[in-house]
């Protein structure tokens, strides 16, 4: 029997199908060769290997847990896809084999990131491309709910941030091109996109924002008074009138950041 899915998994399943539109038009600048390897490392789900391989190209997902790679399998019968288990600081690949490196949405979940973008070098041939996606925590999801509680959700949520070390990955952006450079990648750019709704939420992103809100309950609940516990668990339930997707006001934003680094 598979391990479980992580807790993020339906979150994260929830953003893609909430925003496909939007990592379509994002992966459509990714400089994809009509002839070329690519891989998708903690590639989850396998949400963005499909999208990958949509330009005809073989794609291999690369995950270290199992039941993320037979729910990949399960999503993806494209007979240029392929899935393995590896480990991103020991990848399963020769040398100088893979055109392009793609990583979404990955970067906290790897530990040692500088060794992981060392095996990423590793595997790129002469020439080929570290394509990431990265949002910054503060920046992933901005929505329309009063300062003040966000602000202390916020306060809440630094308790547990821990060091540098352990937070890089969470605001990867800020620390990318310094990671990237000292991995051994001389050129990095990076572009933002800013992805963006306003009135009443449709489903998909509704179900996204009840499960990012309450998750933020949950991780924060120690650190927050009551009072804020009762105002954030309104916004997160769909049978109060104070349901955040439902309000005529609301709005959703999100600052996307793609880096290509040669």
């Not at 690369?62 to 729910?71: I, P």
């Not at 009443?200 to 650190?223: C, G, M, Q």
């Not at 927050?224 to 997160?236: E, N, Q, T, Y």
Request: charged letters at 25%; hydrophobic letters at 40%.
């Amino acid at each position: 029997m598979h391990e479980p899915l992580p807790p993020y998994a339906a979150r994260l399943s929830a953003l893609h199908k909430a925003l496909d539109a939007d990592f379509r038009r994002i992966i459509a600048h990714v400089p994809i060769a009509s002839r070329g390897r690519i891989i998708d490392v903690g590639c989850g789900d396998g949400y963005f290997t499909g999208l990958l391989a949509e330009s005809g190209v073989s794609v291999t997902g690369v995950d270290n847990l199992e039941s993320y790679l037979a729910t990949a399998t399960s999503h993806n019968r494209q007979s240029n896809v392929q899935f393995t288990r590896g480990d991103a600081r020991q990848l399963p690949f020769d040398d100088e084999s893979v055109d392009i490196v793609w990583s979404g949405h990955s970067m906290q979940s790897y530990p040692d990131l500088l060794k992981c973008l060392g095996e990423f070098r590793r595997v790129l041939k002469p020439g080929g491309t570290l394509a990431v996606l990265e949002t910054d925590n503060v920046h992933s999801v901005m929505l329309s709910w009063p300062p003040d509680l966000e602000l202390a959700v916020r306060q809440a949520e630094h308790h547990e941030i821990g060091d540098e070390d352990s937070y890089m990955g969470t605001y990867f952006p800020r620390f990318a091109h310094r990671l990237m450079e000292a991995a051994g990648f001389e050129q990095v750019d990076a572009h933002y996109v800013f992805i963006h709704r306003f009135g009443p939420a449709e489903k998909p992103l509704a179900e996204f924002v009840r499960l990012y809100l309450n998750n933020l309950l949950e991780s924060t609940r120690d650190h927050l008074s009551d009072g804020m516990k009762a105002r954030l668990a309104l916004l997160c339930d769909p049978t109060s009138d104070k349901y955040l997707p439902n309000q005529k006001d609301f709005s959703f934003g999100s600052l996307q950041v793609r880096m290509l680094a040669k």
